[in-house]
């Protein structure tokens, strides 16, 4: 074939492009792995900051190409939601990030409403945000409102669920959640999803709270089983501390309402804590 101008110039144009891409995603790539890898260096269940650090600056930057928008907005809502859990600050700056974090988060839905991780980082900075405000305060602004449509919207069955079991009913004010549409999505979102340690402690939770004890501890004992996931090893340590303090109520005050089974799943709950306080104080 003659390799005409014309072919050589189509062919330079696309090495360009391909070349200016690969460049304009070097940013993402690298934060991408550092949010992969947020884990390491964790002291106990707090990330290490200076990995935190690299992801919020290469996300920024990364945003910056409108060719990786939204992929860069995600990891970088993503990051900040990791960091306002995980990372530690000066409590006395807590509102301030978590005021960063809710902007942020509203800003990334507002672009891309459809983008289901961006929705539930904002569905749970709304959460947090309300209930760290005084409650009738949040009501009157509408907050459990937004937190129930973004959920919805997003079929995210685990932070309806969740809203649905946590807000009070408040007649004319606030008066849809609902404890059967709790156990509702609440169990289609353990369904959906049985890797996620919370699926099961919110489930467990609600539960506890219908007096199901040997219920509780059957979703006590699935969620402890699952283990760790290596790409979420602080979230699923912070889950199964849940998980773990929620056992230790129900064997200080309703012990003598479980099955046997549950009652030596208890003992080897009991155990595992034992075991891990033994081997720290080893170190």
Not at 22 to 36: F, I, K, P, T, V
Not at 81 to 108: G, I, N
Not at 195 to 222: G, H, P, S, T, W
């Amino acid at each position: 074939m003659k390799i005409t101008p014309n072919i050589l110039f189509a062919f330079s144009l696309t090495l360009l492009l391909a070349i200016s891409s690969a460049s304009a995603n070097e940013y993402l790539q690298l934060a991408d792995s550092c949010y992969a890898a947020r884990a390491l260096r964790a002291n106990g269940d707090k990330a290490d900051a200076k990995n935190a650090t690299i992801m919020k600056v290469n996300y920024r930057k990364a945003m910056e190409d409108s060719t990786v928008l939204e992929q860069a907005t995600e990891g970088y809502v993503k990051t900040l939601y990791f960091c306002f859990r995980f990372v530690q600050f000066d409590e006395k700056e807590r509102q301030l990030h978590l005021d960063s974090l809710l902007d942020a988060s509203a800003s990334a839905y507002e672009k891309f409403p459809n983008n289901r991780e961006i929705a539930h980082i904002y569905a749970s900075t709304l959460s947090m945000w309300g209930s760290e405000r005084n409650v009738f305060t949040s009501l009157k602004e509408g907050i459990a409102g937004k937190v129930r449509d973004v959920a919805t919207a997003a079929e995210d069955w685990q932070i309806l669920g969740r809203a649905h079991f946590v807000l009070p009913y408040v007649p004319l004010i606030l008066p849809w959640p609902d404890e059967k549409l709790a156990d509702k999505y609440l169990t289609m979102a353990l369904e959906k999803n049985r890797k996620d340690i919370y699926n099961y402690y919110f489930l467990a939770d609600l539960r506890y709270d219908q007096k199901r004890y040997d219920d509780a501890m059957e979703l006590i004992v699935q969620g402890l089983a699952e283990g760790f996931r290596e790409d979420y090893v602080l979230e699923d340590k912070r889950a199964r501390w849940h998980l773990k303090e929620l056992w230790k109520i129900i064997d200080r005050k309703h012990k003598n309402k479980l099955s046997p089974k549950h009652l030596e799943d208890g003992e080897n709950i009991r155990k595992e804590i034992e075991a891990m306080r033994a081997a720290k104080m080893k170190k």
